[in-house]
């Protein structure tokens, strides 16, 4: 008996429904990214953005023109199946922290770093906006936990952290080197100045590159993928689940990546098709990424 199939009509549906239960499980940032607007203040920025880099074009979740940019590509070729707006520039929000991890993957593969490699948490790490594990000055975290913590809590402080690490000790450094792998990468329309996703002007992507992202962490590493599906983490007998409201909920979905700030709209990066229910036209696993105002989605 072959596979089944899901109508071509039904692949393109399944793009406004996977966004749609997106929103019911993505990153809960809009208290931090509200803290940060009333402050005035965005640390991430303190450390200055990538070096060599041209300043990006500022824009906003609520400035969005137009509001709503997905892409569906298809693993086996590469080939966008269906895109709308994909170029159009938007703040990737905590979706940010998928190269941040791609890098400390890289590093780990490199013998740099092991998973069981403590990693001492700085006053700045420490004093990231929620949402955060609560990391104290001085204390320690294995590499382990906090890959644990990005991928299922989506925590600030672990992800300023592993950008340190990255960088020798400098998230701005660590910000430089994911934007370098960005370009690595073919994402041309890409910056980082923070490891987090916390609000900065200067962060910017677009559907299309973080398509390439999901496809480039996919494929590069079929091991640490795997953290991406993880149901909790749990942490000092804090038990925390997964932000990604699609985990467990739609058939073949094992990630990536979910992210909100008031800046940004609601972010979706994920895996949505597998051989299990591959699309008509042969589509066997596909990379679903969508960057959105609030009000399209919903």
């Known amino acids: 008996m072959g596979l089944p199939y899901i109508s071509w009509e039904h692949c393109l549906a399944g793009v406004g ?3 749609t239960l997106a929103v019911a499980g993505v990153d809960w940032n809009g208290a931090l990214a ?7 203040a965005h640390p991430s920025v303190a450390h200055g953005a990538p070096k060599h880099e041209p ?4 824009v906003h979740g609520s400035d969005y023109h137009p509001p709503f940019a997905a892409i569906v590509v298809d693993d086996n070729t590469g080939q966008a199946i ?34 069981d490699t403590p990693l001492q948490v700085s006053a700045h790490a420490a004093g990231q906006a929620p949402v955060k594990l609560g990391l104290k000055p001085g204390q320690t975290i294995t590499v382990d936990d906090a890959i644990r913590a990005i991928v299922v809590h989506s925590a600030n402080d672990a992800a300023a952290l592993v950008g340190e690490a990255i960088g020798g000790g400098d998230e701005a450094e660590g910000a430089r080197l994911m934007t370098l792998k960005a370009r690595a990468l073919g994402m041309t329309h890409t910056t980082y100045v923070n ?6 002007d200067e962060q910017i992507t677009t ?18 993928y795997a953290y991406f599906s993880l149901p909790s983490f749990n942490y000092h007998g804090v038990e925390m689940h997964n932000h990604n409201g699609l985990l467990g909920k739609v058939a073949g979905v094992d990630g990536i990546k ?18 299990a229910a591959p699309c008509k036209y042969g589509f066997g696993a596909s990379i679903f990424s969508v960057l959105s105002d609030l009000t399209l989605i919903t």
Request: glycine content about 6%; charged content about 20%.
């Open 17 to 19: 429904v996977l966004a």
């Open 34 to 40: 509200r803290a940060a607007a009333s402050s005035g």
């Open 55 to 58: 300043r990006a074009r500022l």
């Open 82 to 115: 269906y895109e709308v707006n994909a170029d159009e520039p938007r703040h990737p929000a905590s979706v940010t922290k998928v190269m941040t991890l791609y890098v400390m993957f890289e590093q780990i593969e490199a013998g740099k770093f092991k998973l």
């Open 195 to 200: 490891a987090s996703g916390l609000p900065a």
């Open 207 to 224: 559907a299309r590159d973080q398509a390439l992202l999901g496809l480039a962490i996919q494929n590069r590493f079929p091991n640490f």
């Open 258 to 275: 979910t992210g909100f700030t008031e800046a940004s709209g609601y972010n979706l990066l994920a895996a949505p098709f597998t051989s």
